[in-house]
């Protein structure tokens, strides 16, 4: 067969990939002398710069200064705006969280209202960072989108601003707007905003179900439409959550969105104004505006529908089709590939053994791709411990994905080449598009809006290697062949993209399994490219190269730090006090405090899995107080106050908890039920975030005993209070463990029943 063809469907192929890549953007941000109508990072980042250069998280000063700044804005801009203050919770396995919250929200009244257009976003922060892109960037976007919606007509609709807090701990903000305030019980349509990283296209990531006329309107309102409904299956498959979460299930419909590149400075001091991304501050915001316009002023009663749609971007184009077509599709795929089979039957080019053998085999390449990027990440974290604290999201981890996609191709190569002699290419390319057809009909089963990423290509694949044995001239042989790699370059490797950002190396195998499947929906090409042995060996060693490249290209320095865990504890009964690190392997400077794994010292009911200890100064600290108000041996009533200028609260206790509730004063109270227990410390566990001075009221439900251990946890931010302690170095950062650089002072309590049925605490334990 001529080079010239051979070479030309190599090059499309390649084409395709990188067209996707680069297709795959942001925005160019605008400046703050933009038309008024339009949104403007400049403007935008103006506000930014004044609440999103510290750690605002809930219950601390900066989180209140912020909360004022947000208000005021929103008031200045005509809006009627109102500070709900209330309890939120959130049940977890073994555990209670509360947190008194203050969320900003904003009205801006309809001119002939159908309904109720909800914009979400939380202005607090994780306590390790400033939060500039979680969440700074979507709060400062809605202050620039009221503002550039008030310099025109003002909407149909109701719109109304939701910046909640609290939901760095539980979406506690987002669960207080819904079980308190009218406007969360009202309904209404949710565009919801996060970032999961400080750069990248804003995704559409999320939808309520039954998603069609949604994501007819996105496709249709907003200049540059990015995400497609895997996303939205995936989202739905994980335990994660954002404010959309308690948002949809209290009966709003909607969308969520989010960035999630740069996702190595997630949480951390490095989620600042300087790592972002100007062009997806851009992105987010002419997005919210866009989508914010045509819900405003359209009739929300017609945004009704009865089932989700299948939504990607393909060549530049956002291509959609509804659900009721998943199946039909999914069979032409299965039709088609049965077809090829029968024509390379009738041709004496297969035989079923054959196929049978070839199909079967084909697992061997998506098993040695994930065994071989998760040997590739235990390698790293072996040659550098430090990338185990990052949890597989490394700062510069290209190098290392394509090392992936190496190895994954790699393995499909030594799948390919032995067999093609005794099985025959059309034999191996059947089974290899057997595969992708029927994890494409896995999924229109349990996930419909993923299926198209195995259900295209398998389907195009098999029509073009058809017309391929159809037809006579070689460049047509070969164009028609190129059918199915082209539409699998244009899906399966931005999906790998994503699963990396999302996921880390640490689960790289996820990533290897998608970029194996590519590498079988482009195995038809194989045969016109006639590969020998030494590509797979190229390969192999363009792997070992490029994990070689990452090593020397993804050192730690102060613009893209390391991360270790630190914490300081000291029980205020005995005095003794001790630093604790969680890291596995801890840094130079980590290592000036600690210095064994010896936890016997430290406060029973304290330790919470595999810790580093060393001795600490004693530093003045009265600690928390707990005064038992009742028990009478299965619910137990105390309150509950924490050391001066303490953030939270944590109450451990040695045995399990079926039911929580707290009692905040003028901020109310909530509850919630409580299921399993807590792991790697005592089983039982009560958190409260923001707790106010004055103490609060805990009741908690738990199984008949005649006592229960009680361990008070008093957590103040930072440690710069503890005698003797240097900042990190510019290359270190705090961990992203939620119990690091805290001051943590204790007391321990035995509560025992009296014939009362009142309770008894006994000395500190």
């Known amino acids: 067969m001529p080079t010239k063809p051979k070479m030309a469907a190599l090059a499309v192929l390649v084409m395709v990939i990188v067209l996707t890549a680069m297709a795959d953007s942001t925005m160019q941000p605008l400046p703050a002398s933009a038309p008024t109508g339009e949104f403007s990072a400049e403007r935008a980042l103006g506000h930014l710069r004044e609440f999103a250069t510290e750690p605002r998280p809930v219950g601390s000063p900066a989180g209140d200064r912020a909360r004022d700044y947000l208000a005021g804005k929103l008031r200045a801009e005509g809006l009627q705006v109102e500070v709900q203050r209330a309890v939120g919770a959130r049940p977890a396995s073994g555990l209670a969280t509360f947190g008194q919250v203050d969320n900003v929200v904003a009205t801006l009244p309809?001119?002939?209202?159908?309904?109720?257009?909800?914009?979400?976003?939380?202005?607090?922060?994780?306590?390790?960072?400033?939060?500039?892109?979680?969440?700074?960037?979507?709060?400062?976007?809605?202050?620039?989108?009221?503002r550039a919606l008030r310099a025109g007509t003002g909407p149909r609709n109701d719109v109304v601003l939701l910046m909640s807090d609290g939901e760095e701990d539980g979406v506690l903000g987002a669960e207080a707007f819904v079980r308190r305030h009218p406007l969360g019980r009202g309904g209404g349509v949710l565009l919801n905003w996060e970032a999961r990283g400080v750069r990248g296209p804003s995704l559409m990531f999320e939808t309520s179900r039954n998603n069609a006329r949604l994501v007819e309107m996105f496709a249709g309102a907003v200049p540059a439409p990015r995400g497609d409904s895997s996303m939205v299956e995936l989202y739905r498959l994980l335990p994660n959550n954002t404010d959309f979460t308690p948002l949809t299930r209290a009966g709003f419909t909607g969308m969520n969105f989010a960035y999630i590149r740069g996702s190595s400075l997630y949480h951390t001091a490095g989620d600042s104004i300087a790592n972002l991304d100007p062009g997806s501050l851009q992105h987010h915001g002419s997005t919210m505006l866009a989508m914010t316009r045509a819900l405003g002023g359209t009739d929300l009663r017609t945004l009704t529908s009865d089932h989700d749609v299948t939504y990607f971007r393909a060549?530049?184009?956002?291509?959609?089709?509804?659900?009721?077509?998943?199946?039909?599709?999914?069979?032409?795929?299965?039709?088609?590939?049965?077809?090829?089979?029968?024509?390379?039957?009738?041709?004496?080019?297969?035989?079923?053994?054959?196929?049978?053998?070839?199909?079967?085999?084909?697992?061997?390449?998506?098993?040695?791709?994930?065994?071989?990027?998760?040997?590739?990440?235990?390698?790293?974290?072996?040659?550098?411990?430090?990338?185990?604290?990052?949890?597989?999201?490394?700062?510069?981890?290209?190098?290392?994905?394509?090392?992936?996609?190496?190895?994954?191709?790699?393995?499909?190569?030594?799948?390919?080449?032995?067999?093609?002699?005794?099985?025959?290419?059309?034999?191996?390319?059947?089974?290899?598009?057997?595969?992708?057809?029927?994890?494409?009909?896995?999924?229109?089963?349990?996930?419909?809006?993923?299926?198209?990423?195995?259900?295209?290509?398998?389907?195009?694949?098999?029509?073009?290697?058809?017309?391929?044995?159809?037809?006579?001239?070689?460049?047509?042989?070969?164009?028609?062949?190129?059918?199915?790699?082209?539409?699998?370059?244009?899906?399966?490797?931005?999906?790998?993209?994503?699963?990396?950002?999302?996921?880390?190396?640490?689960?790289?195998?996820?990533?290897?399994?998608?970029?194996?499947?590519?590498?079988?929906?482009?195995?038809?090409?194989?045969?016109?490219?006639?590969?020998?042995?030494?590509?797979?060996?190229?390969?192999?060693?363009?792997?070992?190269?490029?994990?070689?490249?990452?090593?020397?290209?993804?050192?730690?320095?102060?613009?893209?730090?390391?991360?270790?865990?630190?914490?300081?504890?000291?029980?205020?009964?005995?005095?003794?006090?001790?630093?604790?690190?969680?890291?596995?392997?801890?840094?130079?400077?980590?290592?000036?405090?600690?210095?064994?794994?010896?936890?016997?010292?430290?406060?029973?009911?304290?330790?919470?899995?595999?810790?580093?200890?060393?001795?600490?100064?004693?530093?003045?600290?009265?600690?928390?107080?707990?005064?038992?108000?009742?028990?009478?041996?299965?619910?137990?009533?105390?309150?509950?106050?924490?050391d001066r200028g303490a953030r939270s609260v944590t109450l451990r206790l040695d045995r399990p908890i079926t039911w929580a509730g707290v009692s905040a004063g003028r901020f109310g109270q909530a509850n919630v039920p409580?299921?399993?227990e807590r792991a790697g410390t005592w089983p039982g566990e009560i958190r409260f975030r923001g707790i106010p001075a004055q103490g609060v009221q805990v009741t908690v439900r738990l199984a008949p005993a005649d006592q229960v251990r009680v361990i008070a946890i008093s957590e103040t931010d930072g440690l710069s209070r503890v005698p003797g302690f240097v900042p990190r170095p510019a290359e270190l950062v705090a961990a992203t463990r939620e119990d690091g650089d805290l001051v943590a002072v204790t007391r321990g309590y035995t509560l025992r029943r009296d014939s009362r049925g009142e309770g008894v605490a006994e000395g500190a334990q």
């Open 674 to 676: 409580v299921t399993g």
């Open 315 to 642: 060549f530049g184009v956002m291509i959609t089709y509804p659900g009721t077509a998943v199946l039909p599709l999914t069979v032409l795929a299965l039709l088609a590939v049965v077809a090829l089979v029968v024509y390379g039957r009738a041709r004496r080019l297969l035989t079923l053994p054959r196929l049978a053998v070839a199909t079967v085999s084909a697992v061997l390449p998506l098993v040695v791709s994930v065994v071989l990027a998760q040997g590739l990440w235990e390698l790293l974290v072996g040659l550098r411990p430090a990338y185990d604290t990052m949890g597989g999201l490394l700062h510069r981890p290209l190098a290392f994905e394509a090392s992936i996609a190496a190895l994954s191709g790699f393995a499909v190569l030594c799948w390919y080449l032995p067999l093609r002699r005794r099985l025959g290419p059309v034999a191996l390319t059947a089974g290899a598009l057997f595969w992708l057809a029927g994890l494409g009909a896995l999924c229109a089963w349990f996930a419909p809006g993923a299926a198209f990423l195995f259900t295209l290509p398998a389907l195009t694949g098999a029509l073009g290697a058809l017309a391929a044995l159809m037809t006579g001239p070689a460049w047509v042989r070969v164009a028609a062949v190129t059918l199915g790699p082209v539409t699998a370059g244009a899906l399966l490797p931005s999906l790998a993209w994503n699963v990396f950002d999302g996921m880390g190396l640490a689960l790289g195998g996820v990533g290897a399994l998608v970029l194996a499947l590519f590498w079988l929906g482009v195995s038809p090409l194989a045969e016109p490219l006639k590969p020998s042995w030494a590509v797979p060996l190229t390969a192999a060693a363009l792997a070992l190269a490029l994990a070689g490249v990452g090593l020397v290209t993804d050192g730690f320095d102060a613009g893209r730090p390391g991360r270790t865990h630190l914490a300081y504890v000291m029980d205020a009964d005995t005095r003794a006090a001790r630093w604790v690190s969680a890291d596995p392997e801890p840094a130079e400077w980590t290592r000036r405090y600690v210095t064994g794994r010896d936890v016997t010292a430290l406060p029973p009911g304290y330790a919470r899995g595999s810790l580093w200890t060393g001795p600490a100064p004693a530093i003045t600290a009265e600690g928390p107080r707990v005064a038992v108000s009742a028990y009478d041996g299965t619910t137990l009533t105390m309150r509950v106050t924490a």
């Open 110 to 146: 309809g001119t002939d209202p159908t309904g109720t257009v909800l914009i979400a976003a939380h202005y607090d922060s994780a306590a390790m960072g400033p939060g500039a892109s979680d969440d700074g960037t979507a709060v400062a976007a809605m202050i620039e989108t009221v």
